[in-house]
Nanobody, 125 residues
């Protein structure tokens, strides 16, 4: 089954960094848009960052991660990354990658179809 595959999660202390990777295995090319979402225990899934892979449009970030997280893509490797710096305990959760046909970055999860299985990020204080 074709789906995004996330990796790079782990456990870090507050202030640390992680880089998540999302490989779009089986796809001929990167989707129009790719997003990273996260879900903490007992909470809903929230959009973290999104990138439009077909043009020069600035990525979109949730206010809670602006200035700390950076999303980027590698067209050759069919991979999207999420660099997370200055991590906080409230960043803890399962991080998911998803693809969207949207013609621009979006943090609306309803705009996304294929989802990965997620990678766990735990930030301790």
């Amino acid at each position: 089954q074709v789906q995004p595959v996330e990796s790079g999660g782990g456990s870090v202390q507050a202030g640390g960094s992680l880089r998540l990777s999302c490989v779009l295995e089986g796809y001929m090319s990167l989707p129009k848009s790719t997003g990273w979402f996260r879900q903490a225990p007992g909470k809903g899934r929230e959009g973290v960052a999104s990138i439009y892979n077909r043009g020069d449009i600035r990525p979109l970030y949730a206010d809670s991660v602006k200035g700390r997280f950076t999303i980027s893509s590698d067209i050759v490797k069919n991979t999207v990354y999420l660099q997370m710096n200055s991590l906080k305990p409230e960043d803890t959760g399962t991080y998911y990658c998803a693809r969207s046909p949207a013609l621009g970055p979006t943090l609306d999860k309803d705009e996304y179809n294929d989802w990965g299985r997620g990678t766990q990020v735990t930030v301790s204080s």
